[in-house]
């Protein structure tokens, strides 16, 4: 069983920039959540993709978008950068109706100057 | 809005010894995770507490659920050094639509020799 997977691992950017993280969910799961922790912070949940289509959302501009793709990977995407954006950001699989836990992946640790 | 509160944000304690880490919420959801996160690290889920009355041990750890408070606890016995981390207290209040998860701030453990 593989377990989720995020690439890339840590990224810098410059403010206005765009960027894009990748999460491989675990073998089975069908519901990706993604999460921004800042530093000191717990997680705050930003949006969860199910069957390819944004299911939920938190309290994120629309400048935080998401993908997910027919094998349950996803893309988080953030255009227009700001320093507050430097975050670790973390992608989450689970089996959607299933009453379990959400399994994290190892994060991506974006930087922005 | 869903809140969660987690007491203490941070203790030191000696191995050897007790102590209970609290989690109080708003909303009446009967899903409660405990996570914890070592330095630099992702998310490592502990329990998933899914019934008023819920208790889940592991180790020196044992967690419950009291969804008529709104109140779960997680209690170290015995501490060792190894349970240094911070630990996170997550609920789903999936009433709202998002399925996302809504954690506490983390309660930073330090267990001193």
């Given amino acids: 069983e593989t377990g989720v997977t995020q690439s890339p691992t840590h990224l810098i950017k410059t403010r206005g920039q765009q960027v894009t993280l990748r999460c491989s969910s675990q073998s089975g799961h069908n519901t990706v959540s993604w999460y921004q922790q800042a530093l000191g912070q717990g997680p705050q949940f930003i949006f969860q993709y199910y069957r390819e289509e944004e299911n939920g959302r938190g309290n994120f501009p629309p400048r935080f978008s998401g993908l997910q793709f027919p094998n349950y990977s996803s893309e988080l995407n953030v255009n227009a950068l700001e320093l507050d954006d430097s975050a670790l950001y973390l992608c989450a699989s689970s089996l959607r109706y299933l009453r379990e836990t959400q399994y994290f992946g190892p994060g991506t640790r974006l930087l922005v100057l | ?113």
């Fill in chain 2, 1 to 113: 809005e869903l809140k969660v509160e987690q007491n203490p944000l941070f203790l030191s304690m000696q191995e050897g010894k007790n102590y209970t880490i609290y989690c109080n919420y708003s909303t009446t959801s009967d899903r409660l995770y405990w996570y914890r996160q070592d330095p630099g690290k992702s998310l490592e889920s502990l329990f998933v507490l899914l019934s008023n009355g819920a208790v889940k041990q592991e180790g020196r750890l044992m967690a419950s659920l009291d969804t008529k408070a709104r109140l779960s606890t997680l209690h170290i016995t015995a501490a060792v050094h190894d349970l240094s981390a911070t630990y996170f207290c997550a609920v789903d209040d999936s009433g709202g639509g998002a399925d996302g998860l809504t954690f506490g701030k983390g309660t930073h453990l330090i267990i001193q020799p």
